[in-house]
């Protein structure tokens, strides 16, 4: 069976760090483009960051620009999604996505057929 399982979300503090890891199981990621996507109440969602399937370029919403970094452990078969510095305006359901038709990973969810389940992250004093 071809799934994600998402965890790491969670209630932080603006300025905070969190940690949301995506393991996948039934398919090797690193043969995937994979992206992180959000989102938050009442908008659209969102595409956070990606990363091409060989791992050689990534790419960052300008909202999140140099506060968040996408990773990947190939021998875990996991990615990351490292969030540090938060803000209010961070908080939205979290999602990890791959997709196994193109190595060449955007922001736009076209293309991404496999999904996590979604994990909260709220960021609140």
């Known amino acids: 069976q071809l799934q994600l399982v998402e965890s790491g979300g969670g209630l932080v503090q603006p300025g905070g760090s969190l940690r949301l890891s995506c393991a996948a199981s039934?398919?090797?990621?690193?043969?995937?483009?994979i992206a992180w996507f959000r989102q938050a109440p009442g908008k659209g969602r969102e595409g956070v960051s990606c990363?091409?399937?060989?791992?050689?370029?990534?790419d960052y919403a300008d909202s999140v620009k140099d506060r968040f970094t996408i990773s990947r452990d190939t021998a875990r078969n996991t990615m990351y999604l490292q969030m540090d510095s938060l803000k209010p305006e961070d908080t939205a359901v979290y999602y990890c996505?791959?997709?196994?038709?193109?190595?060449?990973?955007?922001?736009?969810?076209?293309?991404?057929?496999?999904w996590g389940q979604g994990t909260q992250v709220t960021v609140s004093s």
């Open positions: 996505a791959a997709n196994p038709l193109d190595k060449i990973a955007t922001l736009n969810d076209f293309g991404y057929d496999y």
């Open positions: 039934g398919f090797t990621l690193n043969d995937y483009a």
């Open positions: 990363m091409n399937g060989d791992g050689g370029k990534t």
